[in-house]
């Protein structure tokens, strides 16, 4: 394993598999898959978790709707969801489910640690609870008719005996965290709705329910009648998946304290930000009462919207991703996604600025491989000339390093943008220096060999920028340009093609007129 300062460890959220793979899942794994690949180009060495949320009274109830046990409707849509990372090319390095053997295990062990430190007591629990959300809410929360602030359904009012993390008492712990590391959070705005949310007295964490009303969930080692809270079972998957603690040890045999040997703590949580003080709030208190160090960021995205309402399956107005990849592609979704909404931001989806973005790919991008490999086809026989090709070498290098300084941002859709105006600048140079005219006079030959080898040296680049939003369009055009791989983003100043044969082959995003004309000629 590498040296801790070339490690990575990221994470997206683990997704509630009672319904398909939508946009907001599609959105937020792409955005960590693009982060992910872009460190392993930089040669750093990265873990990227992700997995399922299965247990929970919501998922009880939608087995028992469709006539199946929570087992079967788990294993059915942790498979759908797995499917859709691999057809939306997602590199994950672990898929995790909460209802495997060493999650459980490393669950008790976590809440067996609370409870022996005294960080949990047993309580009475009085309030109105909402089953799509998983979540109690007090009266004032409420809206019309008691429904859920967040999905607008009704609630229910419970009353019921349930254990208690002692989350209170280290408020004053988490706010000092927050004031004295002003980039935990990101971007600025989440960071300051955690403090404005921690102004107020933080009330402590009810992390059970009833055997009896939620039979479906990881039974409690010193109350086998409770079983552990959805949403505190759920957090505690990133630590599963560092490996921190060790599954096959009994509690008292943890080391908590040190942590040196595992991969945690995570580099990035990165999540939706409705899910934000789940995460900014109740896991790091619980990582405090557990005496596990806390991760070293937290990056909240927007969401992705349909007029002024919030794409969600609770309100029935999701995008299914894999319906736009069936015609254009999985890397022009994946290139959407990022290039359309700036981390952070909200965005609204509509079919035609999915065509803009569309045509991005087909008109700038596209247009400059075609031209650049017919070129070179038809006045060099499809050998790259071997000329220095540096016309265009400090755009190069200007677009890595705003590439570096946006990743590391978290403003990949910056990133994405500057590699976009590299290949506009590109297509400006074919017209500057007009290499069909180069091609008519001999006495100009090398000036068309140096043309010629200075756009293939920036497509090279570009496969680099771009591998990770469009992994596979990039190897593909890396192997058109004579290359074995897609350069790493220290090598694309020193990558050698003179002498390679290049290979012209069909529009690497076809128009999409051209798309709908060979849709309509298929069987």
């Known amino acids: 394993m590498n040296s801790p300062s070339r490690r990575r460890f ?77 057809d939306l090319d997602i590199s994950h390095d672990r898929f995790i489910r909460t209802t495997e053997p060493d999650h459980v295990a490393v669950v008790t062990a976590f809440l067996e640690r609370l409870w022996n430190k005294g960080e949990i007591y047993e309580g009475k629990y009085s309030g109105w609870y909402c089953i799509y959300e998983e979540r109690y809410w007090t009266e004032k929360d409420l809206g019309p008719d008691h429904a859920c602030p967040d999905c607008g359904r009704p609630t229910r009012e419970i009353e019921e005996k349930n254990y208690f993390f002692r989350m209170g008492a280290y408020q004053q712990r988490l706010l000092d965290h927050i004031r004295d590391n002003p980039e935990w959070i990101q971007p600025t705005i989440r960071r300051n709705e955690i403090l404005g949310f921690l102004a107020q007295p933080l009330e402590d964490l009810s992390i059970s329910r009833p055997k009896s009303r939620v039979s479906w969930g990881i039974p409690l080692p010193w109350d086998p009648e409770h079983v552990a809270y959805v949403w505190v079972d759920a957090l505690i998957n990133y630590v599963t998946g560092s490996d921190a603690i060790d599954p096959t040890r009994a509690p008292a045999e943890q080391g908590f304290e040190d942590t040196s040997a595992s991969r945690w703590p995570a580099d990035v949580h990165l999540m939706g930000k409705d899910i934000l003080t789940t995460h900014a709030v109740y896991w790091p208190t619980l990582l405090m009462g557990a005496g596990l160090p806390l991760p070293k960021g937290i990056l909240a995205h927007g969401f992705w919207v349909a007029g002024e309402q919030k794409m969600s399956k ?21 290139w959407y996604l990022l290039r359309e909404m700036p981390t952070g931001q909200d965005a609204s989806f509509t079919p035609e600025r999915f065509l803009v973005r569309y045509d991005e790919l087909a008109n700038v991008l596209g247009n400059l491989a075609s031209r650049t490999l017919g070129m070179t086809d038809k006045y060099r026989q499809g050998r790259i000339p071997d000329a220095p090709g540096t016309g265009l070498d400090g755009e190069i290098a200007a677009t890595l390093a705003t590439i570096r300084a946006s990743v590391a941002g978290y403003r990949l859709h910056d990133a994405l943008a500057a590699a976009m105006d590299l290949a506009r600048r590109a297509n400006g140079y074919v017209e500057e220096r007009e290499p069909w005219a180069q091609a008519k006079d001999p006495g100009r030959a090398a000036d068309l060999d140096e043309t010629l080898a200075t756009l293939v040296r920036t497509l090279a680049a570009l496969t680099a920028f771009l591998q990770p939003v469009c992994p596979g369009k990039m190897v593909e055009l890396a192997a058109r340009l004579g290359l074995n791989a897609v350069p790493r983003l220290e090598e694309v100043d020193r990558v050698r093609l003179g002498g390679n044969q290049v290979r012209k082959g069909e529009p690497l995003f076809p128009r999409a007129e051209l798309l709908d004309a060979a849709a309509a000629k298929a069987p």
Do not use: C
């Open 10 to 86: 990221l994470t997206t959220p683990i997704y509630y598999p009672s319904g398909e793979p939508h946009i907001g899942h599609a959105y937020t794994t792409i955005l960590a898959d693009v982060l992910a690949r872009f460190w392993r180009q930089d040669g750093l060495d990265v873990f990227f978790l992700t997995g399922t949320d299965e247990h929970g009274q919501k998922m009880l109830e939608e087995a028992t709707r469709r006539g199946m046990t929570a087992r079967e409707l788990s294993d059915q849509m942790s498979a759908r969801f797995k499917a859709a990372w691999k």
């Open 314 to 334: 609770s309100f029935g107005n999701v995008i299914d991703p894999l319906q736009l990849r069936e015609r254009f592609g999985t890397d022009a979704v994946r």
